[in-house]
């Protein structure tokens, strides 16, 4: 994995604002301080990683205007109302995309045929990012696990 978090500081399993009460909203400083910290990680890829994670992170802010930009487990991630719900990372060799649950993919299995993945990840070529309707499924089925009382 590519990281630029080798502190524990910065791998706090929890946003980088994790002193924010979950669902509240975090301070535009705190904003800025995880979007600054998601930046950094995405220059520190090498390309193509870096091209193809910046049009993923750019695909799921239009898909969760309402997220909190967060770095939990030394990847950039996605939370809505405190619940985890999208995460990205560069590897040498593939990109990967985490819904934050184990049990996401096995249940989208049909449409993620071609795709190497394990019970948490869904791996993809380093220069071909994910597309929006892939995502948006991925997402909501997310969102459906989250608001169904699933953690």
Request: aromatic share 6%; glycine share 6%.
């Amino acid at each position: 994995m590519i990281s630029a978090y080798e502190s524990p500081e910065n791998d706090d399993r929890a946003c980088t604002h994790s002193n924010t009460a979950r669902g509240s909203n975090p301070t535009e400083d705190e904003r800025a301080l995880t979007a600054n910290l998601i930046d950094t990680y995405l220059d520190a890829a090498p390309e193509p990683q870096r091209s193809t994670l910046i049009v993923v992170r750019d695909r799921i802010r239009r898909l969760l205007p309402r997220a909190d930009e967060c770095i939990t487990y030394a990847l950039p991630t996605w939370k809505v109302d405190g619940h985890s719900i999208a995460g990205i990372g560069a590897w040498k060799n593939h990109c990967s995309y985490f819904p934050m649950s184990g049990s996401v993919l096995p249940a989208l299995e049909g449409e993620l045929a071609g795709f190497s993945q394990s019970k948490g990840a869904l791996r993809f070529p380093i220069d071909e990012p994910l597309s929006e309707r892939l995502l948006l499924t991925l997402i909501t089925a997310r969102q459906a696990e989250v608001e169904a009382g699933k953690r």
